[in-house]
């Protein structure tokens, strides 16, 4: 399978804590994108990592990429009650992107 | 900036009717894809179009179709609709040039009664 496999399946911290997800993948890939999802709406691209790329940073977002383990690791930090949302990892292989089930992340206010 | 529309919204169909749900990617991307989205589910990616040929097919099923046009709109038809078939639609669009991000629109939500 091609899709990313979210970990936790949810995840609920209190505003201001960190929260981090895990995405795990088989296939080889050019790229691993992280989306967000609100619910009942699209989905929304967080950040890209490429394969050559180890780390990333995008304001409160910190991904992580290790290939060799086919891993990748979403944290944000200084989570606020606006994060609540379901996060999906998108390992893609050229014009193929599946999702997961996601890990829906809950922040109390 | 433009974004990615889907037509309608909202619709409702009994059972055994045909839908057509229309998605107008961001203007000069070449490439649409098409998710389908159950209650409280991940999104089952369908079918994706590249420059108007498929591209490749997911779990969609025989009774549904879809394609791009020369306006690089899609459109997916769904006929012979079950009660199953209730749904979020989304259409997403990305440019295959650089592998990047795809832009979702807000789907259309599908309601078989």
């Known amino acids: 399978s091609q899709q990313g496999e979210e970990d936790p399946q949810a995840l609920s911290i209190q505003e201001g804590e960190n929260a981090t997800m895990n995405c795990s993948y088989k296939?080889?890939?050019?790229?691993l994108q992280w989306y967000r999802q609100n619910s009942g709406r699209g989905l929304v691209h967080l950040i890209l990592?490429?394969?050559?790329?180890r780390e990333k940073h995008s304001g409160r977002l910190r991904v992580t990429l290790d290939t060799s383990k086919k891993s990748s690791s979403l944290l944000i930090t200084a989570s606020r009650a606006a994060d609540t949302a379901s996060y999906f990892c998108?390992?893609?292989?050229?014009?193929?992107?599946?999702f997961g089930t996601g890990t829906s992340l809950t922040v109390i206010p | 900036a433009a974004g990615v529309i889907q037509s309608p919204r909202h619709l409702i169909k009994e059972k055994r009717e045909t839908a057509t749900l229309k998605c107008y990617p961001i203007?000069?991307?070449?490439?649409v894809y098409w998710y389908q989205q159950g209650p409280g589910q991940d999104p089952q990616f369908l079918i994706s179009?590249?420059?108007?040929?498929?591209?490749d097919k997911g779990s969609i099923p025989d009774r549904f179709s879809a394609q791009q046009f020369s306006d690089y709109h899609s459109e997916l038809n769904m006929s012979s609709l079950e009660l199953g078939d209730s749904a979020l639609y989304f259409c997403?669009?990305?440019?295959?040039?650089?592998?990047?991000?795809?832009?979702f629109g807000n789907g259309t939500r599908l309601t078989v009664t």
């Open positions: 296939t080889s890939i050019n790229n």
């Open positions: 179009f590249y420059e108007k040929m498929q591209s």
């Open positions: 998108a390992p893609n292989t050229g014009n193929q992107f599946y």
């Open positions: 990592i490429r394969s050559n790329e």
């Open positions: 997403a669009s990305s440019s295959r040039d650089v592998w990047g991000p795809l832009h």
């Open positions: 203007p000069r991307h070449d490439t």
